[in-house]
């Protein structure tokens, strides 16, 4: 790599973490358990109204679980984060409450710093360690933004007809010149379609491999929700992917 791509490389380790938490803003809902499994009562100490208010704050559409969903997150209820406030373990002296966000998988998708109180009473003590747990959120610059690995029916009907296509004429001209040749049946080439983004790499059946988030650097991608990115060097495209342990770079066929 030249001097500016490694630079560029570094930039993006550091920036990684940041665009992860960022994720949050494809999703439009929160939805807040009524009761907390550390407490005895629905909305005890009015914790739960609590979250609910700070979360509104941040500009979330703040839901209880036993509220009526709009329905728009009937049919789909993987437009919503959901909240898991756990008690930490805790010493002679501090109350300590972990705010989790798990998607409608039950995936944790972000988690914030421990919120710690030294206060006696339960109620100020557990009131101000969520708040000091939601400090965490403060920091990011919500603002909902649709998720776009969700690629419209008709468009990919397009898609399919045409790189389909593609991949059926390079099959064919593929032609044994014996029967101990063996012939590669796995068309191993990607191919880009421009998107407001930058682009959206497909394989020949087409699935969506990945989705590459244009740069200030000319032929360097983002790999949207990957510690990854993908670049040109040489006339050849690369993939080099860094979560905590620099992976093998991988050499990629991608048809743009």
């Known amino acids: 790599m030249n001097k500016k791509l490694t630079v560029f490389v ?9 665009l992860a938490q960022k994720n949050i803003n494809n999703y439009k809902y929160v939805i807040i358990p009524l009761k907390y499994d550390f407490l005895s009562e629905k909305d005890q100490y009015r914790l739960n109204t609590l979250t609910r208010h700070l979360f509104k704050q941040k500009g979330f559409v703040a839901l209880f679980d036993e509220e009526e969903f709009p329905e728009e997150l009937n049919e789909d209820k993987c437009m919503a984060l959901y909240v898991d406030l756990e008690k930490a373990k805790t010493g002679l002296f501090a109350t300590k409450l972990d705010l989790k966000l798990k998607d409608c998988y039950g995936k944790e998708v972000y988690k914030t710093e421990t919120g710690t109180s030294r206060e006696k009473d339960y109620k100020d003590a557990y009131i101000e360690a969520l708040k000091n747990a939601f ?53 191993t080439t990607l191919y880009a379609q421009e998107k407001s983004y930058g682009y959206q790499v497909v394989d020949a059946t087409p699935k969506v491999v990945m989705q590459l988030l244009s740069t200030s650097v000319q032929n360097v991608f983002i790999v949207k929700d990957k510690n990854a990115i993908v670049y040109k060097e040489d006339g050849f495209w690369y993939y080099s992917e860094n979560n905590g342990e620099l992976k093998e770079t991988k050499a990629l066929d991608i048809k743009f």
């Open 10 to 18: 570094l930039f993006l380790c550091v920036g990684f973490s940041a």
């Open 135 to 187: 400090s965490s959120i403060e920091f990011l610059d919500y603002k909902y933004q649709p998720a776009e690995t969700k690629v419209e029916e008709k468009e990919l009907i397009t898609e399919k007809v045409e790189v389909k296509n593609e991949a059926e004429t390079k099959v064919a001209e593929v032609e044994p010149s014996s029967k101990n040749v063996e012939v590669q049946s796995k068309d």
